[in-house]
DNA sequence: CAGTGGTCTAGACCACGAT
DNA sequence: TCGTGGTCTAGACCACTGG
């Protein structure tokens, strides 16, 4: 067997033998143990991180990955209550907010023209203090005046309801997997070029106008999507 | 700005110029063309594959990977006409057809015994000749007997319903980001480890019966998911 | 401060692909 | 046969984390 493929058998046995691990042991004790190099240790590591397994905190060092949280795109679930079902501690934070005229994707997804003004709300989101998620909210500043003095680590969606009369009834959302953008990765202190499924929604009123537009970039191994069709 | 990083851009200006381009200058012209090494110039590569902007063909190359199948797993939407619809050439190959008595995950999962017997079809589908998603059907035996001699290229929904009588209601999905078995990157002719978007669907009947169970793995790079809800 | 992962050099041999 | 990527060695220096 190839020697990479030895030392994930080994970490993966050792993981399924000791659930109550956190923590791998480092590289260079690794390659020790295995009389090899970095770049073969590395191989290992990055092969069950892409298979969910483990992950890494930059330059901390490699971590068990806790179970999935499961979600299900289409039932509008808030977060926290879906967290709390599955036994996670679930904490929203805000990461920035800025209003600004929109670029000119902004204004075409709005069909609108670039002098509209755009809130903009960044959000980090995390389960038992593992940042999981991060997400860009853009809406119109003019139709959600004063948003930003509102509790924004609340649900947005009970946010537009109650105070703006504004209801979101129908919605689509792509997915794709890809890599986290840096800025995006500095958040969730993952490391550069982390793997993430990015989920870009699009979400409309009962006149079908385009309410908000969101793009939610998840840190691969911490979420399971589960969907439900008639 | 780090050297992987220069290397990524250039290759990623490379593309955006030249859209006509389908494979990307070898690992060892570029290294050269960097005054750098193979570990470096695969550092730049394989982050550009997690993108899902090029992917590989073991041993063959790197190359450009074509724009995304856009798939809706909530409409039961004929794959083949799918493709066509966004200018695909679709296919569809059997791998191999098995029948035998269940594992016990797979009698738990429908409720039965282990010495029931089960179908087990695997199968291949390409775009424009590149394999992009290779699954596992499993189905009852008794249920569907002589489903060996059904044309199985085609959609199994529709033989289980004009050959069997037997129409799927409804079904339930789960997608995880992963890293593909070996025994299956070998049917898509992708590198061992290579990155998935692995889904599960069950499918039942009107009477809420478990009809089959189904394992799909796409390459992650070849696929987007587009889901509408109310 | 020592230990961690992040980046990088300069090679090597191999299996497999295209020809 | 030769070029490709797949695997591997044996180091190096750096930025950042944690005690």
């Known amino acids: 067997m190839l020697l990479y493929q030895e030392i994930r058998q080994y970490l993966f046995a050792l993981i ?7 923590k791998l042991p480092s590289e260079r004790e690794l390659l020790e143990k295995f009389q090899s190099t970095r ?13 969910g397994v483990i992950y890494r905190q930059n330059r901390k060092g490699w ?6 949280l499961k979600w299900d795109p289409v039932q509008k679930v808030n977060f926290g209550q879906l967290a709390q079902d599955q036994n996670f501690t679930a904490l929203t934070q805000l990461v920035s907010f800025e209003t600004a005229v929109a670029q000119e994707w902004l204004a075409q997804t ?11 709300v960044c959000r980090v989101r995390s389960l038992d203090e593992r940042p999981v998620m991060v997400e860009e909210i853009y809406c119109l500043a003019s139709q959600f005046h004063d948003l930003q003095h509102k509790p924004l ?25 890809t890599a986290i953008p840096d800025d ?5 202190n993952v490391n550069s070029g982390a793997l993430c499924l990015k989920i870009i929604r699009k979400r409309f009123n009962q006149h079908d106008e385009l ?9 691969h191994s911490a979420i399971e999507i589960e969907v439900d069709s008639k």
């Open 184 to 188: 995006k990765a500095d958040v969730l």
């Open 16 to 22: 399924a033998k000791h659930p109550e691990l956190k």
């Open 63 to 68: 971590f068990i990955c806790p179970p999935r």
């Open 211 to 219: 309410v908000d537009y969101n793009i939610e970039y998840w840190v």
């Open 110 to 120: 709005f069909e609108l023209n670039t002098a509209s003004k755009f809130h903009n």
């Open 39 to 51: 770049i073969t240790v590395r191989e290992a590591l990055t092969r069950l991180e892409a298979e």
């Open 153 to 177: 680590e609340d649900s947005i969606t009970t946010i537009f309801a109650q105070d703006y009369g504004v209801n979101i009834t129908h919605e689509r959302s792509s997915l794709v997997v």
